[in-house]
């Protein structure tokens, strides 16, 4: 009976602190092509689907617009509910 009583708490502590790291969400914030360099977008514009999310910097000289990717491997575009072209502030990051 003792050992029951420590060992249920240190049980359920171990399955609370197990169960804040299962969630497998994907929680990127999106990837854009730089120049060949994949670099991630330190917030997330896009939400929704039906169109490719697109992305331009504010204060980019040449304004280009970047398509935003789901992951580093910069081959699947995130979606968004959005046609527009979503403006970021700053500049583009450099590599």
Do not use: H
Not at 79 to 92: A, F, H, K, M, R
Request: a negative charge; aromatic letters at 6%.
């Amino acid at each position: 009976m003792k050992k029951s009583k420590v060992m249920i708490p240190v049980m359920t502590l171990g399955l609370a602190v197990g169960l804040a790291f299962a969630n497998t969400a994907n929680q990127s914030n999106g990837w854009i092509d730089l120049n060949g360099t994949p670099t991630q977008l330190s917030s997330d514009p896009c939400t929704g689907t039906g169109n490719d999310c697109k992305v331009r910097f504010e204060e980019d000289p040449n304004q280009q617009v970047f398509e935003v990717y789901t992951d580093i491997t910069i081959s699947d575009v995130k979606q968004s509910v959005s046609s527009e072209t979503y403006i970021l502030p700053g500049t583009p990051p450099s590599n």
